[in-house]
């Protein structure tokens, strides 16, 4: 069963928006990454976020990780329509391995 | 850098024919990792690898077999194809030197098609 889940599904917003999506996930873990894939293409490593970190930032990107509730969210800020993508986050539990979620469609209309 | 390289980008079998796919990655990493994507779903782990001539079954490992004889490549074999296995098939490979800190490095994927 998938570790992660995101919400919503899909998500579709004008440029300059804001875009917030969300990521839960069900046992303990020692990181959580958020990735972004373009179409038909891999995925791109955005943000990693540790057990013991509570927000994180990187450029237009927000992370925030509550342990206690076993969620995740990110927050893309004056959105582009280039940052339409689908996006996954992915929780790490042991050595090397992370399980991904299903993701989050993101259109943003220019 | 190259990064992570998969050949071939795309393939297309008949059911019951066999095939390899080919991972290489340049970054001297020690843990690779093979992945299949549905449409509309995120990624399933088929087979992973901790390092050179080691490899452990993964989430969704029936109807796969893999090898890693060297450490720059993970290789994901088809015996038997079947139209279940369609799909884009994912190629990743990240350091095991804190790894709680470092993700995953992907390719840009095989897409396999069996009729």
């Known amino acids: 069963s998938q570790q992660g889940e995101e919400d919503p599904q899909a998500l579709s917003i004008q440029e300059g928006e804001n875009a917030t999506m969300n990521c839960s996930y069900k046992?303990?873990?020692?990181?959580l990454q958020w990735y972004r894939q373009n179409s038909g293409r891999g995925l791109v490593h955005l943000i990693l976020?540790?057990?013991?970190?509570r927000e994180k930032h990187s450029g237009r990107l927000r992370v925030t990780l509550d342990t206690s509730k076993k969620s995740s969210s990110l927050l893309i800020t004056a959105s582009r329509a280039a940052d339409t993508a689908s996006y996954f986050c992915?929780?790490?539990?042991?050595?090397?391995?992370?399980?991904f979620g299903d993701g989050t469609t993101l259109t943003v209309k220019p | 850098n190259a990064g992570v390289t998969q050949t071939p980008k795309f393939r297309v079998l008949k059911t019951g024919q066999s095939m390899t796919l080919l991972c290489a990655q340049d970054?001297?990493?020690?843990?690779m990792y093979w992945y299949r994507q549905d449409p509309g779903m995120g990624l399933r782990l088929i087979h992973y690898s901790v390092g050179e001539g080691t490899t452990a079954k993964g989430e969704v490992p029936d109807g796969y077999n893999v090898s890693r004889l060297k450490k720059q490549n993970f290789l994901l074999g088809l015996e038997s194809a079947a139209p279940s296995q369609t799909s884009v098939y994912f190629c990743?490979?990240?350091?095991?030197?804190?790894?709680?800190?470092?993700?995953?490095?992907f390719g840009d994927g095989t897409r396999l098609s069996i009729l």
């Open positions: 976020i540790r057990s013991n970190e």
């Open positions: 046992t303990s873990i020692n990181n």
């Open positions: 990743a490979s990240s350091p095991h030197l804190g790894w709680e800190n470092q993700p995953q490095h």
């Open positions: 970054m001297n990493h020690e843990y």
């Open positions: 992915a929780t790490n539990t042991n050595a090397g391995k992370s399980t």
